[in-house]
Nanobody, 124 residues
């Protein structure tokens, strides 16, 4: 499966962005989907995840209450709505897909496919 992330950009602190991740290829297989991010000089970290039917989600403590993950199964697309953005949210955001369709956790090795990343920059 191929993943294409989009929607990144430059936004002021307190603003909002919505990231999209479009899946193509073997999309008949249901996947658990996740978002990770990597800031300069930092390791990749988990942001949010959603199971195959959208009924279960998981978030990192740093984004809980500000970010919302959702999916449109018919469009093979996962979204990350980011509100009240902070400068520390600045990073390259990656979407990922895992064949464990119920997994909504933070372990990167549980995700089998990765997109190319989209840059989010939050100015203070």
């Amino acid at each position: 499966v191929q993943l294409q992330a989009s929607g990144g950009g430059l936004v002021q602190a307190g603003g909002s962005l919505r990231l999209s991740c479009a899946a193509s290829g073997r999309t008949r297989i249901t996947y658990g989907m996740g978002w990770f991010r990597q800031a300069p000089d930092n390791e990749r970290e988990f942001v949010a995840a959603i199971n195959w039917n959208g009924r279960a989600t998981g978030y990192s403590d740093s984004v809980k209450g500000r970010f919302t993950i959702s999916r449109d199964y018919g469009k093979n697309t996962v979204y990350l709505q980011m509100n009240d953005l902070k400068p520390e949210d600045t990073a390259v955001y990656y979407c990922a897909a895992g064949t464990d369709s119920y997994y909504t956790g933070s372990v990167a090795s549980k995700y089998d496919y990765w997109g190319q990343g989209t840059l989010v920059t939050v100015s203070s």
